[in-house]
C-alpha cells in the first residue's frame, strides 16, 4: 500500500509554521513554496527578521528547524532549506 500524498500546500503551511517558531522571526512575508519529488522535497521560506536580530544565525535556525518538523510530519527527506529575508522589522520607539 502507498504511503498518504500530502499537498505542497499542506507542506508549505507546515514550513511556515516551524519558521515562525524561531527566534528572531516577526513573520512571513509570503507563503513557504515546496517542490517534492518521490520521497524528498526542497523548502524555500520567505521570513521577516526582528529588528536586531542576527540574519546568518537566525536563517540557520529556520533551516534545521524547518527540516526537522517537515520531514518528520510528512516523513520525507528534505534536500534543501532556502530561506529569504525579505525584510527587516521596524526599530523599536526611541524613548
Do not use: C, F, N
Not at 507546515?14 to 523548502?43: I, N
Not at 524547518?66 to 520607539?93: C, Q
Amino acid at each position: 500500500m502507498d504511503a498518504p500524498v500530502i499537498s505542497t500546500e499542506v507542506l508549505g503551511r507546515y514550513a511556515g509554521d516551524a519558521a515562525q517558531e524561531v527566534e528572531g522571526v516577526s513573520g512571513l512575508t509570503r507563503d513557504a513554496e515546496v517542490t517534492h519529488a518521490d520521497d524528498s522535497a526542497g523548502v524555500a521560506v520567505y521570513v521577516e527578521l526582528e529588528w536586531g536580530a542576527a540574519g546568518e544565525a537566525v536563517a540557520r535556525s529556520v533551516q534545521e528547524r524547518v527540516a526537522e518538523y517537515v520531514g518528520r510530519m510528512a516523513e520525507l527527506d528534505i534536500r534543501s532549506v532556502d530561506v529569504v529575508v525579505e525584510r527587516v522589522g521596524t526599530p523599536p520607539a526611541k524613548r
